[in-house]
């Protein structure tokens, strides 16, 4: 769905997560290769703003860390207070609807964002999404049931609760004395609140084992690939190779349209089959005069480029060269500190390998290089 111009998220994160036992707040743990609160703010990469409340003693790691998109307030002793600093810097800003989303909510969807933004958009000054109660409840004391309570029109609070930006700050300006939420402090100032869809997996990262719930409900959602590349080129007379991005002395050099960097372009492959768009012959033509002697880091960036443009990110490659010379054990090095620069991942995750065939067949005989290379592709 498109995003009004005028709305606005703030993502609350300014809480120490006592709750959640030992090590950083719980909005700075990492879940999956990235911090609970960078998942949350990507959840809303549609809005036009974004505004994130953080602590005073983390707006460093906030500036080091956070995209330079996002404004950062500083928050209060409460969330309450957090809220409020956020609504007050953006008054007077053309902003006309405010979605208030817990930063320790990381797995919210674009569906239950959508719900929110649908309902606004209908005309309702507040609206919100909860889920019903599936379990009884009772009333207990000192480990012992002492009673059951109706669970009837009760329902389960969750965020993004959105609201017409001047009724919430006036709402929050009414009672400082704050509330466990934002739609609490609209009921208590007579604003009336649409119930819109929540979402089971949408849980608030509150106690320890919430985090390891989060892991195996993003290991349900993640979209794991894995994709081969398989190349060849030919020795032709001179005095070189380009072999993964390194320049090697040798006296043939490989045969091809490009600089024929075979262990490139299979890696090359390898991302574009692991994203089911065909192979380089299709994105860069042969036929075509302009990739002639092309550098191949074109090819590779532009393989990486497109996993990130289809939400993947690249967490490991695998590159084997097969040849009896020259010999890559001493180049392997740098050839993985090229590729990993060019596809934008750790050096520690790029591995470039060789090995001989042994003297039997074409690699055997010196007539060329062969390569093949694996990559893993994940979107979280
Ligand atoms: N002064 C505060 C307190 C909380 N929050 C944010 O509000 C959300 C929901 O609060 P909660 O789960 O209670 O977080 P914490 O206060 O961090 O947790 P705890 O109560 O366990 O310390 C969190 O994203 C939290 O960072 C905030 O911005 N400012
Ligand atoms: C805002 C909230 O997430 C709604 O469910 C919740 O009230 C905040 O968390 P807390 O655990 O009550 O502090």
């Not at 307030?73 to 953006?90: F, N, Q």
Request: glycine letters at 10%; one cysteine or more.
């Amino acid at each position: 769905m498109t995003i009004p111009a005028t709305y606005a998220a703030i993502i609350t994160a300014a809480g120490r997560g006592t709750r959640a036992g030992d090590g950083p707040p719980k909005q700075w743990r990492v879940l999956t290769g990235e911090s609970v609160l960078a998942r949350s703010i990507a959840a809303f990469a549609a809005f036009p703003r974004i505004v994130v409340t953080l602590a005073p003693e983390d707006m460093a790691q906030g500036r080091a860390e956070l995209p330079a998109s996002v404004m950062l307030v500083a928050g209060g002793a409460s969330r309450s207070d957090s809220v409020r600093a956020a609504l007050e810097s953006l008054e007077g800003s053309g902003v006309t609807h405010v979605l208030i989303h817990d930063g320790a909510r990381p797995l919210i969807s674009a569906e239950v964002i959508a719900g929110v933004v649908a309902a606004l958009e209908g005309g309702a000054p507040a609206a919100a999404p909860a889920l019903p109660i599936t379990d009884a409840l009772w009333r207990a004391e000192d480990g012992r049931v002492t009673g059951s309570a109706s669970r009837e029109g009760l329902m389960r609070a969750q965020t993004p609760q959105g609201f017409a930006l001047d009724a919430i700050l006036a709402a929050h300006r009414a009672h400082p004395e704050g509330a466990a939420d934002d739609v609490e402090l609209a009921i208590r100032a007579s604003l009336p609140v649409t119930v819109t869809p929540g979402d089971e997996d949408n849980l608030k990262l509150t106690y320890a084992p919430d985090f390891a719930r989060a892991e195996r409900i993003l290991g349900g959602m993640m979209d794991i690939r894995l994709g081969n590349g398989y190349d060849v080129h030919a020795f032709t007379a001179g005095d070189h190779v380009w072999l993964c991005g390194v320049k090697i002395p040798h006296d043939k050099a490989l045969l091809g349209h490009s600089d024929a960097d075979v262990g490139m372009h299979a890696l090359t492959d390898a991302i574009y089959g692991a994203l089911a768009q065909g192979d380089i012959g299709r994105h860069f033509p042969p036929s075509d005069p302009q990739w002639k002697g092309a550098e191949s880091h074109i090819f590779l960036r532009h393989a990486a480029g497109l996993a990130r443009q289809m939400g993947f990110r690249i967490s490991n490659a695998d590159v084997t060269l097969i040849c009896e010379r020259p010999k890559v054990g001493p180049h392997a090095g740098a050839m993985a500190r090229q590729l990993s620069e060019i596809i934008g991942i750790e050096q520690d995750r790029v591995s470039v390998k060789a090995t001989t065939s042994e003297r039997l067949g074409f690699t055997g005989r010196e007539e060329g290089i062969a390569s093949i290379a694996t990559v893993t592709l994940i979107k979280a």
